[in-house]
Every structure is written in structure tokens, then in C-alpha cells.
T-cell receptor, first 117, second 113 residues
Framework: GAVVSQHPSWVICKSGTSVKIECRSL??????MFWYRQFPKQSLMLMAT?????????EQGVEKDKFLINHASLTLSTLTVTSAHPEDSSFYIC?????????????FGPGTRLTVL | QQQVKQSPQSLIVQKGGIPIINCAYE??????FPWYQQFPGKGPALLIA?????SEKKEGRFTISFNKSAKQFSLHIMDSQPGDSATYFC????????????FGKGTKLTVNP
């Protein structure tokens, strides 16, 4: 149980285009989803927290107009990187917490590797 | 106060050894301490987690030791195997883990055959 999927697993795009990444909780209802980015050999950096049906809360320094987050249902959240640039190239990981267990652990997706040319 | 300090940055052990990874925190409101294992190109996977009401938790070959007064917790891997070679992250959060996790910087573990 407690499986989180992401799609796509990797994407290459041209500078200036937008890219959408999906995060799904497959076997539980995710009341909260989190989006992280991770640079090589570094820790996870939280970008934003989203609750189903409400606006995402962004961490300091994260541009909300550039990284659009939608948490439309209890099983789906999307991250759209708008007008992507090479410096946005990174490993994007989502996590979900909810009613999978009594402890509300965060379960992570497999990540999406974004490369912007 | 929100930081979680993790050490060592890297660790090399022989097969069968017992690597120990340590973490320290400042925020006494933290009440949930998970450990994650991450392989290259993959998302982190929850290994084991502990809450402050117990001093030790064991799941298979993985044990968390928790010292509330020292605000420290550690991961021990018994009978380590080459397949355990990965990066390990400690983390902490409050309100039962539903709030955001604060991660340590990670420890790259290498288990030699």
C-alpha cells in the first residue's frame, strides 16, 4: 500500500516551454501533497505544500507564478513549470500524506527528471 | 532552529558491518522522525520512523535509537549488505508528520562486498 506515482519519469524540453508533472496517490487519499526539487548530491528542497481544493503554500524563494501547483482531487496534484529555463533542470519529487496509515507518513513518488535545453 | 544536522556525509563499511548515521535537531516541537533511503535516480523510500515516546524502534535490520534529552536520533543497519549502498536521509516534522519534513543533508553509504 501507500504507492505514489509520477508522470513522466523524465522529460526534455526546449527553453521557454512549459512542462506539467503529475503526482498520483494510487491506493490512498492524499489530503496533503508536497513538491520537492533535488539537485545532484544534495538533499530535498521543499518547494510547496498543497491541500486538496485549496491554494498551494510556497516556500520562501520559490516563484509561485513559475511553478504552478494544482491539487484538484484527493489523488492528483500537478506541478507545471512555466517558461522553463536551463536552471530549472532538476529532479522533481512529490510526496503525499493522508489516510494511508494512522501516522500520516509522507510517501514519495519516484521522481521526474527535467532537462531544459 | 528548523535544521536537522546529519553526519557523517559519507560512510564506507564492509559487508556485515554496522553503519551508524546520526542526526540532531533543535526544535522541541518535532514529534516525528523518519529515515528515508534513496537510490540514484529514484525517489526516497520510507525505511523506518520513530516518535518521541519510545527510545528505540527496530524493523528488520534497521534500528532507530532516540535520545529525547539530547535531541538526537540515529540509524543503525545491522549485517549491512552491498544492496544497502544508497543515500540515507533523516528528517523531522511536527503535528504527527502531516506537516512539512525538515531533511538532513544525507549520508552516502557504501557497503563493500
Amino acid at each position: 500500500g501507500a504507492v505514489v506515482s509520477q508522470h513522466p519519469s523524465w522529460v526534455i524540453c526546449k527553453s521557454g516551454t512549459s512542462v506539467k508533472i503529475e503526482c498520483r496517490s494510487l491506493d490512498f487519499q492524499a489530503t496533503t501533497m508536497f513538491w520537492y526539487r533535488q539537485f545532484p548530491k544534495q538533499s530535498l528542497m521543499l518547494m510547496a505544500t498543497s491541500n486538496e481544493g485549496s491554494k498551494a503554500t510556497y516556500e520562501q524563494g520559490v516563484e509561485k507564478d513559475k511553478f504552478l501547483i494544482n491539487h484538484a482531487s484527493l489523488t492528483l496534484s500537478t506541478l507545471t513549470v512555466t517558461s522553463a529555463h536551463p536552471e530549472d533542470s532538476s529532479f522533481y519529487i512529490c510526496s503525499a500524506s493522508g489516510r494511508a496509515s494512522s501516522y500520516n507518513e509522507q510517501f514519495f513518488g519516484p521522481g521526474t527528471r527535467l532537462t531544459v535545453l | 532552529q528548523q535544521q536537522v544536522k546529519q553526519s557523517p556525509q559519507s560512510l564506507i563499511v564492509q559487508k556485515g558491518g554496522i553503519p551508524i548515521i546520526n542526526c540532531a535537531y533543535e526544535n522541541t516541537a518535532f514529534d516525528y522522525f523518519p529515515w528515508y533511503q534513496q537510490f540514484p535516480g529514484k525517489g526516497p523510500a520510507l525505511l523506518i520512523a520513530i516518535r518521541p515516546d519510545v527510545s528505540e524502534k527496530k524493523e528488520g535490520r534497521f534500528t532507530i535509537s532516540f535520545n529525547k534529552s539530547a535531541k538526537q536520533f540515529s540509524l543503525h543497519i545491522m549485517d549491512s549488505q552491498p544492496g544497502d549502498s544508497a543515500t540515507y536521509f533523516c528528517a523531522a516534522s511536527n503535528q504527527g508528520g502531516s506537516e512539512k519534513l525538515v531533511f538532513g543533508k544525507g549520508t552516502k553509504l557504501t557497503v563493500n562486498p
